[in-house]
């Protein structure tokens, strides 16, 4: 008897649910229902523009072709949909618990590139906006996480800083990326992985244009979910 009332007590504190379908589940602990969690996928790499993710047919899309490249290789682990979107919902609105389980399906899918594994891991710095709706830095924690996961130290060297030259020329406000020399972990021919919440082209760009100031030996991006193609 007390014991059903201690269990009753638990699941009122610790609600027993699935994240994503709002199923009840067996044992507290996992985010996700069996079968919510068979939805979460990894996307396949085949078929992608492997300097970029685009989804294409063969080798590099036309718009890498034609650039330079700076980031070797971009890669995500879910496509924002069904329960890994639930994921990046929940980190969106501040929730930690979900870190651990977000920086274990991106460190399955770097595996997957079976690439050697990268030296120093650099955070893509987290917008005061996106700051302040989540309440952490969600990127650096992910970073913080995925460090943890191959042992390897992260670099938060990238910053964000107001572009005063777009805001004279263009009376918009914007923010730009600035690397900036720290103490500690030197860049210098090193495999840099750049870490995000989510895929995006420019700001990798922007990231790696930076990053190559340090000299880096190769630089790769990783995130954890892109948007549906
Ligand atoms: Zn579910
Ligand atoms: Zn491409």
């Not at 890498?64 to 919902?89: E, S």
Request: glycine share 6%; proline share 4%.
């Amino acid at each position: 008897m007390i014991k059903g009332i201690s269990e009753a007590l638990l699941r009122l504190l610790y609600p027993l649910l699935c994240l994503h379908c709002g199923e009840g589940l067996s044992v507290r602990g996992p985010l996700f229902c069996a079968c919510c969690l068979e939805q979460l996928s990894l996307v396949e790499m085949k078929g992608r523009c492997r300097t970029c993710f685009r989804e294409l047919h063969k080798g590099r899309c036309d718009k890498c072709i034609h650039r330079k490249v700076i980031i070797h290789h971009q890669i995500a682990a879910c496509q924002a949909m069904g329960p890994a979107n639930t994921l990046l919902k929940e980190i969106n609105k501040g929730g930690r618990t979900c870190i651990a389980a977000t920086a274990a399906l991106m460190a399955y899918q770097w595996l997957e590139t079976k690439l050697l594994l990268p030296e120093l891991l650099i955070p893509l710095p987290t917008s005061f906006w996106h700051k302040q709706k989540a309440g952490f830095d969600v990127q650096l924690s992910l970073a913080r996480e995925l460090g943890k996961v191959f042992s390897i130290p992260i670099a938060p060297v990238l910053k964000t800083k107001f572009d005063r030259f777009h805001f004279l020329t263009q009376g918009e406000f914007r923010y730009r990326l600035e690397g900036r020399r720290q103490k500690g972990e030197s860049l210098c021919d090193r495999r840099v992985l750049i870490v995000a919440l989510e895929h995006n082209d420019d700001l990798f760009q922007q990231a790696g244009k930076e990053l190559k100031l340090f000299f880096p030996a190769q630089m790769d991006a990783l995130a954890f979910a892109t948007k549906l193609d």
